[in-house]
T-cell receptor, first 115, second 113 residues
Framework: AQSVAQPEDQVNVAEGNPLTVKCTYS??????LFWYVQYPNRGLQFLLK??????LVKGSYGFEAEFNKSQTSFHLKKPSALVSDSALYFC?????????????FGKGTTLSVSS | NAGVTQTPKFQVLKTGQSMTLQCAQD?????MSWYRQDPGMGLRLIHY???????DQGEVPNGYNVSRSTTEDFPLRLLSAAPSQTSVYFC????????????FGPGTRLTVT
């Protein structure tokens, strides 16, 4: 069975500092991994994905994520946080070996960036 | 393209009432799905469809029905609303069952009293 864990309910960081939002996953086959962001009272917006290839993937708004197969992790990172990055972030996974499977989401991590 | 649209945006129901949450997409996507979002629970899959006429259950299907008579529409029916169904409901679509990126609607906030 697929699963995603986001071990931190909330991450607090000062503006200008680097940020990391953690995600670990479990799938039986090869993973397709995703990060989505949700601003208050809005739907989810796609940030980035890992399908295959380079372990470091770049996405929207200056975010990037590092895929680590041995640690089954896909942490979201940004070198310099902005106050406008404050939002709810979701990690999600699909098992590439099971065609048509649904996207499974973690519980979400609230990122709070202070000025 | 309007993308994925959902109506209504807000709804209040009394226990035992029924209603349908509407979802439509104009991107000719084959795959559509419904999620509910609850605090501390993330998004949980209710039902999904890999194409017109084909639906299947997700993680939390009880109390909900779906149908997919057209590619564009994927309504979610609450048969007899319960307070436990108070949640924010999101519809999503992607081009095919094997596509990567999924597109989400703006959500419907449902309160059952």
């Amino acid at each position: 069975a697929q699963s995603v864990a986001q071990p931190e309910d909330q991450v607090n960081v000062a503006e200008g500092n680097p940020l990391t939002v953690k995600c670990t996953y479990s799938v039986s086959g090869n993973p397709y991994l995703f990060w989505y962001v949700q601003y208050p009272n809005r739907g989810l917006q796609f940030l980035l994905k890992y399908i295959t290839g380079d372990n470091l993937v770049k996405g929207s708004y200056g975010f990037e994520a590092e895929f680590n197969k041995s640690q089954t992790s896909f942490h979201l990172k940004k070198p310099s946080a902005l106050v406008s990055d404050s939002a709810l972030y979701f990690c999600a996974v699909r098992d590439s070996d099971q065609a048509g499977t649904a996207l499974i989401f973690g519980k979400g991590t609230t990122l709070s960036v202070s000025s | 393209n309007a993308g994925v649209t959902q109506t209504p945006k807000f709804q209040v129901l009394k226990t035992g009432q029924s209603m349908t949450l509407q979802c439509a997409q104009d991107m000719n996507h084959e795959y559509m799905s419904w999620y509910r979002q609850d605090p501390g629970m993330g998004l949980r899959l209710i039902h999904y469809s890999v194409g017109a006429g084909i639906t299947d259950q997700g993680e939390v299907p009880n109390g909900y029905n779906v149908s997919r008579s057209t590619t564009e529409d994927f309504p979610l029916r609450l048969l007899s609303a319960a307070p436990s169904q108070t949640s924010v409901y999101f519809c999503a679509s992607r081009p095919t069952r094997d596509s990567y990126e999924q597109y989400f609607g703006p959500g419907t906030r449902l309160t059952v009293t």
